[in-house]
C-alpha cells in the first residue's frame, strides 16, 4: 500500500509526505539482492545442497526434497514500514519595524526531511561448515522456547556495563549446528526471519538569500543531518553463536552523528 499527501505551497509552506507499507517475499539464496546486481552468482547458493539423482557417493539421507526450504522468506530489501515527509517553509515576514532589522531577519526558509523504516531483516548463521558440504551457508539453530530478542529476554546478551554496545539478540536462544551424519549440521534458521533495529532521522537546513545591486546575491545556507543527533544503530552480529565470549547478537557501532555544513555563495 502506498499513500501520499501533497500540499501545494501556500501560507509559506508546502508538504509531501508518503507512506509505504509493504513486504518483500522471495526464495533466492540469502544476500543475493543486497551486493549483487544479477538474480543469482556463482558464489551464492542455498542452505541446503541440490545433488543430481544418481550421483555416485551421495548417501541417500543427503538428498533434501525442498532445497529452497530455508531460503524461502522475508527478502533482504523487504522493510515493511517506509515514511518520508519533505517540508518548505518560508519564514513570516516582520512588515514593520527598522529596514536595516527587517533586511537581515527577513526572507529565511526552514526546509527539511523526516525518515523512518523498519530495519533490515536478519538471518542468524552458524559461521563454519557444520554440514560439511562446503557451502558454507549453514544456518544457526533456534530455541523456539525462548524469546528471540534480548529485549524479551531481560536484556540478556554479552554487553556489560563496561562495553559500548547494545544486546539485540538473546544469545540463548541460539547455538551452533552438530556436526553429525549425512543430511544434518544445516540449522533451522530461516532467511530473514529475524529483524534489526529500525531507522529514525531528521534532517534541516536553514537558507537565505540576500539581494545585493543588481542581479547579484549572496545565498547561505546552513544544513544538518540527523539534527536531533538520534542514534542510529547498526544491525547486530548473527554469525558464529558460540559461548560466553561472542559478539553475537550485539550491535557495536552505530551511523552518522549529527553533522552540520553552512554554504555561503555569491550569485552574479
Not at 518548505?88 to 526572507?107: F, I, Q
Amino acid at each position: 500500500m502506498q499513500a501520499t499527501l501533497d500540499k501545494k505551497m501556500s501560507h509559506g509552506l508546502s508538504l509531501l509526505a508518503n507512506f509505504t507499507w509493504s513486504k518483500a517475499f522471495d526464495d533466492m539464496p540469502q544476500a543475493t539482492r543486497v551486493g549483487n546486481t544479477e538474480d543469482l552468482n556463482a558464489g551464492a547458493s542455498y542452505v541446503y545442497p541440490i545433488y543430481p539423482q544418481g550421483a555416485t557417493g551421495i548417501p541417500a539421507a543427503a538428498y533434501v526434497s525442498d532445497p529452497k526450504a530455508l531460503d524461502r522468506g522475508l527478502s533482504d530489501i523487504d522493510h515493511p514500514i517506509a515514511i518520508s515527509i519533505s517540508y518548505v517553509w518560508a519564514l513570516p515576514k516582520l512588515r514593520d519595524g527598522n529596514s536595516a532589522v527587517k533586511y537581515v531577519v527577513n526572507g529565511w526558509t526552514l526546509s527539511g526531511l523526516i525518515q523512518h523504516r523498519s530495519g533490515d531483516t536478519l538471518t542468524t548463521t552458524a559461521g563454519q561448515d557444520t554440514s560439511l558440504t562446503g557451502l558454507g551457508q549453514d544456518r544457526a539453530v533456534e530455541n523456539f522456547s525462548l524469546p528471540a530478542y534480548s529485549r524479551d529476554a531481560n536484556n540478556a546478551g554479552d554487553c556489560t556495563a563496561a562495553k559500548s554496545c547494545v544486546n539485540w539478540l538473546n544469545s540463548t536462544a541460539f547455538s551452533v549446528p552438530v556436526v553429525g551424519a549425512a543430511g544434518t549440521g544445516f540449522g533451522n534458521v530461516v532467511k530473514g526471519s529475524l529483524r534489526g533495529p529500525g531507522q529514525s532521522v531528521w534532517h534541516a537546513a536553514l537558507a537565505r538569500t540576500f539581494p545585493l545591486a543588481g542581479e547579484r546575491s549572496l545565498q547561505f545556507r546552513a544544513e544538518y543531518f540527523n539534527i536531533l543527533n538520534h542514534t542510529l544503530l547498526n544491525n547486530p552480529s548473527t554469525g558464529s553463536p558460540l559461548t560466553s565470549s561472542t559478539s553475537f547478537g550485539t550491535i557495536t557501532s552505530t551511523g552518522d552523528p549529527r553533522i552540520a555544513q553552512f554554504a555561503l555563495k555569491f550569485v552574479f
